[in-house]
């Protein structure tokens, strides 16, 4: 009986950190696990394990936070550090998370046109369809609709049990380091970081947690609903690095795009593998197409004390709307107008998400240690090492992804 | 020290301080606010210089606006100053904090205050909550209103008189005025539930302890059942009970029923008796049936009483009952024997008695019934009241239409948070 009371709460309290987690997983973060898979085989498995446990430190602080608190995080930023700088961090939030935008819509088209529609007709009608269904929908069928998609990420995990791989070298990759000093493989290992922790993915949800409004006697259940959402997410990633390891790599083939992956597959995996792969990136793609702009919107409105919310009209919360609207009006002529700079938007994205990075973590990590607002649930101290350490190894390796960016290491 | 016109706070903020020589004393950190009579005032100014902070006091200033701040006293006459917690600072405490605009119902985020002379003193007028404040802040609301002028747009002044708000941090409250609690009263319940709903619960716990007894009933039942449970568990049971109390029996039992045994009966223990035995009543149905539905508060007159007594009656007892539009005819056992309309009243002649009048084919529903099927009789007859009656015809309460009304309509209309 004590058992299934406990699971009932917990279902209460779970939500935020698994679909925060899988919507990590994104056009993005995919086409960085396909390049991976196919690049190095299963050589780059192990940086899934650090880069888990990283992902979990950091948004359990987070989720501390918006329970304790019940603010999110721009809210917090706002009201402790001023002005200006919030000024400066929403605005780098809202071109990093343009070129998020783009990077989504631009997984949707691909992924479209393996499938054979053309993209000067499926970009007009996601781009359509998603503000339609923000716009003129309720919230209630839009989260249905997420939680509904959060589940075909689940293709990845069959794709990669049909691939059959050889499981005795799987686990060792996993589990025993390997370092190459081959410039394209250190490049790929931190790709895997950055892609995985994200600036706006902890607003996402430490607004989500605050939201739900969970109380303090809950924080366990959600520190659990956090942990599995992260395990959940590397899970994912690790099966996408295990198809392509599996499939492609021992065929010497190359490729830079999620799509590439799944046209690659057909011949080596059959019809399924691929349809797999592409529907995957499809709903993956347009889930970040959609929740990238509005979250992006509401961190702003709330920061700058604007009216928001998705059932508001133009005139009730012009600056969300606005905001909203043109991110993906925007986004949608980026990928439709030929010879548009797609690749310079997503170096430039990159590079903002590298450089805000280091502010978000660090601005966290003050706040979680503010007595005044945590109460009694700020760091313990040997917490706050590992939590300074990861920080700052992620910002070592972050800074060096936005180096290379202007920089490319010759090999 | 003579202070006339107006400045905004970001003004002041980080400009130099100068002494009676015209040397520099120290920059401006920060500015002390106190209450004042009719607005608050600024008691101080907080000043670093080499990192250590001194307070000044108002009295000892000499000059004081947008270009000019000096002072009557030496570096070596200031005093220092540790920025106590207690002492409410404009930087620290108010700006960028969430604060209630009684007047427009909603939460806005201070970006600037308003500072005007008055009798001397400077105190707080307004606080900018517009696209101006930011600009301000950030130093550039000169290019603001160059670039709008482009697009042929004037930069509006967004601010609201600091007569209309109403804080949220506690701390805030102590220079609170009388004014908005007036304020506060007259705003829609709706509207409250609106503003509790879209901060975070400690805040709204915060806002909700400052609305009067009477207002906060009205409030809470417009809340979502989670919220009242954490807005009623954050509460002293005094006014807790107080609060209880003054909601209508069927809301009371709602919220009762979302708490913790004990704390429930903990609440009922501060109430009235005859109030807490309905209320308890109630909590004994299951909450999707008509008795969970129903309350107990309803006009009930015998069958051998005269329109005439009647009348007056109603006006005896109708300003407390939740539903006047129906008079429930009930003899001395309590069984319902029939119903009148405040129409039918009201067009009688005055010696006719209630009996005569009343209508006997009666629609009720019985403790135990679903909800699903009480909503579909009250859309069926178009009734604003359902009796609920038992298999004695003992009348145990009345539905009322509002409170069917959630069930009937989809969930998209009923009002949610915010969400991303």
């Known amino acids: 009986m004590k058992f299934w009371k406990n699971i009932l709460f917990f279902l209460s309290v779970m939500g935020p950190g698994i679909i925060t987690a899988n919507i990590d997983n994104d056009a993005s973060g995919i086409t960085t696990y396909s390049v991976a898979g196919a690049r190095f085989g299963y050589g780059l498995l192990w940086t899934l394990l650090p880069t888990t446990v990283a992902l979990i430190v950091i948004q359990e602080m987070i989720a501390r936070m918006g329970v304790v608190t019940g603010k999110g995080l721009s809210d917090l930023i706002r009201e402790h550090f001023g002005v200006k700088t919030t000024f400066f961090m929403m605005l780098g939030l809202l071109i990093a998370n343009f070129g998020n935008t783009v990077a989504n819509l631009a997984g949707w088209a691909a992924s479209m046109e393996i499938l054979g529609l053309s993209r000067f007709i499926m970009v007009p009608v996601g781009a359509v369809g998603i503000w339609i269904l923000v716009t003129r929908g309720s919230y209630r069928s839009v989260e249905k609709l997420l939680l509904i998609a959060c589940l075909l990420y689940f293709g990845y995990v069959v794709s990669g049990l049909m691939a059959r791989p050889d499981w005795g070298p799987v686990t060792k990759a996993l589990v025993v380091p390997e370092i190459r000093w081959d410039s394209e493989y250190i490049m790929l290992s931190i790709a895997i970081i950055g892609t995985t922790i994200t600036p706006w993915m902890q607003f996402y949800l430490q607004s989500s947690i605050a939201e739900k409004g969970i109380k303090k006697e809950q924080y366990k259940a959600s520190r659990l609903d956090v942990i599995i959402g992260c395990s959940i997410t590397d899970i994912i990633s690790f099966f996408i690095i295990v198809t392509c390891g599996a499939l492609l790599f021992p065929q010497g083939i190359r490729i830079n795009e999620a799509s590439e992956a799944a046209l690659a597959l057909k011949p080596l995996a059959g019809e399924y593998a691929y349809l797999i792969f592409s529907l995957s990136l499809a709903n993956a793609s347009l889930l970040g197409a959609i929740i990238v702009p509005l979250a992006t919107a509401y961190y702003i409105c709330e920061a700058m004390g604007w009216e928001a919310g998705i059932n508001k009209t133009f005139r009730e919360a012009p600056q969300f709307m606005w905001i909203y609207t043109l991110t993906i009006a925007f986004a949608s002529m980026v990928i439709l107008i030929p010879g548009a700079p797609l690749v310079f938007l997503m170096v430039l994205s990159a590079v903002v998400n590298g450089l805000l990075l280091p502010f978000v973590l660090i601005y966290a990590l003050i706040l979680v240690n503010n007595r005044k607002l945590m109460g009694e649930y700020t760091n313990p101290k040997a917490y706050n090492y590992i939590s300074w350490a990861t920080v700052a190894t992620i910002i070592i390796l972050t800074s060096f992804l936005v180096v290379s960016a202007f920089m490319p290491l010759k090999s | ?376 009789i009250i859309s069926k007859y178009n009734l604003l009241a359902l009796p609920v009656v038992d298999e004695n015809h003992y009348m145990h309460g009345i539905i009322t239409v509002d409170d069917i009304i959630d069930i009937l309509l989809p969930p998209s209309a009923k009002k949610k948070r915010r969400g991303v």
């Open chain 2, 1 to 376: 020290m003579p202070f006339f016109g107006e400045v905004f706070s970001s003004e002041i903020i980080r400009k130099t301080v100068l002494d009676p020589r015209g040397e520099d004393l120290g920059r401006v950190k920060d500015l002390s606010v106190v209450k004042g009579d009719p607005l608050p005032r600024i008691s101080a100014l907080i000043v670093e210089r080499k990192k250590k902070t001194y307070r000044l006091d108002w009295n000892d200033l000499n000059i004081f606006n947008k270009r000019i701040i000096s002072s009557k006293l030496y570096h070596n006459e200031i005093k220092p100053y540790e920025m106590p917690e207690d002492d409410l600072l404009i930087l620290r405490d108010i700006l960028d904090k969430q604060i209630v605009d009684a007047n427009g119902a909603k939460v806005v985020r201070v970006n600037d205050i308003k500072l005007e002379g008055y009798n001397n003193e400077a105190v707080l007028i307004a606080v900018d909550v517009g696209m101006r404040g930011i600009l301000r802040r950030l130093g550039i609301e000169r290019s603001g209103e160059d670039i709008a002028k482009l697009f042929k747009q004037s930069l509006p002044y967004n601010l609201i008189s600091w007569d209309y708000l109403q804080p949220l941090a506690p701390k805030l409250t102590e220079i609170s005025l009388t004014v908005p609690r007036q304020m506060l009263s007259e705003l829609h319940p709706a509207d409250i539930a609106d503003i509790i709903s879209s901060v975070s619960q400690k805040d709204g716990a915060n806002f909700f302890s400052n609305l009067d007894v009477e207002t906060a009933a009205e409030a809470l039942s417009e809340l979502k059942p989670e919220m009242q449970a954490d807005i009623i568990n954050a509460m002293d049971t005094e006014k807790a009970a107080d609060i209880i109390e003054e909601m209508a029996p069927d809301e009371a039992a709602d919220v009762l029923s979302d708490l913790s045994t004990e704390r429930a009966k903990e609440i009922l223990e501060h109430i009235e008796k005859e109030e807490a035995e309905d209320i308890q009543e109630l909590l004994g149905h299951e909450e999707d049936t008509a008795g969970g539905l129903m309350t107990t508060d309803f006009l009930s007159f015998p069958p051998d009483m005269t329109v005439q007594e009647a009348s007056q009656r109603f006006r005896a007892e109708a300003r407390e009952a939740e539903n006047v539009y129906y008079i429930y005819i009930v003899d001395k056992d309590e069984k319902l024997r029939g119903i009148v309309s405040l129409r039918e009243l009201l067009l009688a002649e005055n010696d006719c008695y209630l009996a005569d009048i009343m209508e006997t084919n009666l629609k009720y529903v019985a403790p135990g019934e679903d909800e699903m099927m009480v909503a579909g």
